[in-house]
């Protein structure tokens, strides 16, 4: 992917997480920032993330990647988001407490706007578990 491309993305996916959180705010859901769902296998969760929230993460974070060796966040500190503005989407739209219909329906539309994004840019998709994007931005390789 050409620089252009990347700087593409890197807006495209800016505008597609302002509108999450603005869909978010609408619904007000309550979360008591417990940091629970970070931590994915006793809360039972897991974590997909797409090519292009990678693409935009690599540009935002600052510092070397960490690895994933148990089912937790590795950006999880403390019970707290260290990466808190360039979370994936998958972090901003679940809500423990909240109606999993409209954020079912928040996934799915904001899937399809990552896969146009995608297209748009012409670079593959894919969406993985956290897990195996961050072995591939650690190891430098598409994942
Ligand atoms: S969504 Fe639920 S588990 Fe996750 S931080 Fe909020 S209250 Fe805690
Ligand atoms: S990136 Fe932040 S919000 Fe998302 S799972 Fe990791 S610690 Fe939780």
Redesign the pocket.
Known sequence: MTFEGSKNVVVGISEIYKRIDSVISRHNP?????????DFES?GHKLYVSTPEVIYFRRHFKGPYRKMTRQICPYLENGKCAVHNCRFAGCRI????ADAKWQNELSEQIIKELKLLCEQNEIPWQYVELQAALEAAIAEKEF
């Open positions: 309550q979360c008591s920032k417990c940091g629970n769902c970070c809360f679940f809500f423990c407490k």
